[in-house]
């Protein structure tokens, strides 16, 4: 199981590093081509597609190398069991704002089928998809952190 999740993060982070590549590619030629009056709105539409998938996909790359901004000015002058507890807490909130977040996510991609782009034969619901990917592979993460959460505090515990 550990090297699937391995695998998974991994290609997440080439997937996120290689779609961020070619936004920047597509968004640089349509400004250059735009320089000389050509026009290619499917640049700006891929683009968008490409927007969405990295910016989602980062967000759990970020989340789970606790790379997110996190506020610890009052728990940080707690003990470490109480702050283990708040922190146990906050992760169950993230988890079912993310679950929410992941059926909305599937309804609204169900609802997005039929509408298409203007210049690319994709369906926009591959945009709307990236949002439940990313909340699942989140959910994923953040059962992660709450398993590792709840096994340091254990394992603390038996060292005292």
């Not at 470490?80 to 507890?85: M, N, R, V």
Request: hydrophobic residues 60%; charged residues 15%.
């Amino acid at each position: 199981m550990q090297k699937v999740y391995r695998f998974l993060c991994k290609a997440e982070v080439i997937i996120c590093g290689i779609g961020f590549m070619f936004l920047v590619a597509f968004v640089f030629m349509s400004a250059i081509l735009r320089f000389f009056r050509v026009s290619m709105s499917w640049n700006i539409d891929l683009a968008m597609l490409l927007l969405a998938w990295t910016a989602f996909l980062g967000a759990d790359i970020a989340w789970r190398s606790g790379q997110l901004v996190g506020i610890d000015l009052i728990t940080r002058r707690m003990p470490l069991p109480l702050q283990k507890i708040i922190g146990i807490f906050i992760y169950l909130v993230i988890l079912c704002a993310l679950v929410l977040v992941a059926v909305f996510g599937i309804r609204l991609a169900v609802a997005e089928r039929l509408r298409s782009y203007q210049s690319i034969p994709v369906p926009y619901s591959l945009v709307t998809l990236s949002i439940v990917v990313a909340a699942m592979s989140m959910i994923l993460s953040t059962i992660l952190k709450i398993r590792r959460t709840i096994l340091g505090f254990n394992e603390r515990e038996k060292t005292k």
